[in-house]
C-alpha cells in the first residue's frame, strides 16, 4: 500500500518559493492502475517523483509497505528505485550507441548482475512487448512505438513493483499509444501497480484511481470500485 500523509513540496528558484505540492492526502492499494491528470505546473510530476524516490517532501510522509521513503539515506533510496521502481519517460532515454538488448540489460549490469543473466532477462522483456525480432536494432532504426516498447522492457526488466509512467504515450500517434497502454494495464496485477501522468482525459477511462490535481492538491479523487470526490 502506498500512502502519503499531508505532503508539501516547495522549491526554492533563487529567493521564489514554488509550492510543487500543498498538503496532499492519497491512499493506493496495491495492483492498481493510477493515473494522475491535471494542468501542466499543477504538481503531477512531483508527485510521481516522490512515489519514485527522485525526490524528497519538504514536509509530511510518503509510505510504501510501512517504510517512510523521504526516511530513507541516499544509497536506501537508490536501492529502492532500483528494486522496487520501473520508470517509463515521454522521450524514451534511450542510449543511442546500443542496440535495445543492450539498452534493457543495461539496468542489470549497473546492479553487477551477471552478464549471461542481464541478456537473458533482457531478451525476455523485450520478448513480453513484442520486440523479439528488433533486439540487435539501436533506437535510430526503430520507431517511436517500438522505442518506447524498449524503455518499458527496461522498465520490466527488474521485476518492479511500480511503473511510473511520464506522459508515455506523448509522442506517439493514436493506435501505437493505445497498444502502450495496454502494455502498462496488463503489467498491473501480482503485487504490481502502475502510476501514469498524463494531460489525456481519454487515458482516465481506463484508471482504477483517477487523480485530479491542480496547483498542488488534489481536487478529486475517483476510484473504480468506490467513486469518491475530495475538494480542496
Same mark, same amino acid.
Given at each position: ?20 505540492? &500543498? ?66 519517460? !515521454? ?46 536494432? &539501436? ?7 517500438? !522505442?518506447? &516498447?524498449?524503455?518499458?522492457? &527496461? ?61 498542488? !492538491? ?15
Amino acid at each position: 500500500m502506498l500512502v502519503l500523509e499531508e505532503v508539501h513540496k516547495t522549491y526554492h528558484m533563487g529567493e521564489t518559493e514554488v509550492h510543487a505540492l &500543498r498538503g496532499v492526502d492519497l491512499t493506493i492499494e496495491d495492483e492498481s492502475f493510477v493515473v494522475v491528470m491535471g494542468p501542466s505546473g499543477s504538481g503531477k510530476s512531483t508527485l510521481m517523483h516522490l512515489v519514485g524516490c527522485l525526490d524528497t517532501p519538504t514536509k509530511g510522509h510518503v509510505i510504501y509497505d510501512g517504510a517512510d521513503l523521504g526516511a530513507l539515506s541516499s544509497r536506501q533510496r537508490a536501492n529502492y528505485r532500483a528494486d522496487q521502481v520501473g520508470f517509463v519517460f !515521454q522521450k524514451f532515454n534511450l542510449v543511442g550507441t546500443l542496440t535495445a538488448l543492450e539498452n534493457v540489460e543495461l539496468p542489470l549490469l549497473l546492479q553487477d548482475a551477471p552478464a549471461g543473466v542481464a541478456r537473458d532477462k533482457a531478451a525476455h522483456a523485450l520478448e513480453s512487448v513484442g520486440l523479439k525480432s528488433r533486439m540487435k536494432h &539501436r533506437p535510430s532504426k526503430l520507431s517511436g512505438g517500438e !522505442q518506447q &516498447r524498449v524503455a518499458i522492457a &527496461r522498465a520490466l526488466v527488474n521485476e518492479p513493483r511500480w511503473i511510473l509512467a511520464d506522459e508515455p504515450t506523448g509522442n506517439l500517434d493514436t493506435t501505437t499509444g493505445e497498444y502502450i497502454l495496454g502494455l502498462l494495464e496488463g503489467f498491473v496485477g501480482e503485487d504490481r501497480s502502475v502510476m501514469l501522468v498524463t494531460h489525456n482525459p481519454e487515458i482516465a477511462k481506463i484508471a482504477d484511481v483517477l487523480v485530479e490535481i491542480c496547483d498542488g !492538491q488534489i481536487e478529486s479523487l475517483t476510484k473504480k470500485s468506490v467513486k469518491q470526490v475530495v475538494t480542496s
